[in-house]
């Protein structure tokens, strides 16, 4: 779903760039019942920001049940 507005990814992804990315998907998730638009800034879910914290983390090589567990504040190690 790469779109032309995406923001860019950071050339290394680091400890930094992945609790940003948490926070945007954690932020940014879908409004309930529906789950059609970001609860944050009401556009059309996934948002540009929660696409970017999923890229980034997709590129630091995390599992989507290792996200979850992070924002769930669990712990996941990060290599």
């Known amino acids: ?13 680091t400890a930094e760039d992945v609790v940003f ?6 932020v940014h998730a879908p409004e309930q019942p529906d789950g059609a638009r970001c609860r944050k ?13 999923r890229r980034v983390l997709e590129q630091r090589g995390l599992t ?6 992070l924002i ?5 190690a990060l290599r």
């Open 72 to 76: 769930a504040g669990g712990t996941v």
């Open 41 to 53: 800034d009401e556009a059309a879910h996934p948002c540009r920001l929660h696409r970017w914290g």
């Open 1 to 13: 779903m790469d779109s032309v507005d995406d923001l860019p990814l950071p050339p290394y992804v």
């Open 21 to 26: 990315a948490l926070r945007a998907i954690a």
């Open 64 to 69: 989507d049940e290792q996200v979850q567990t």
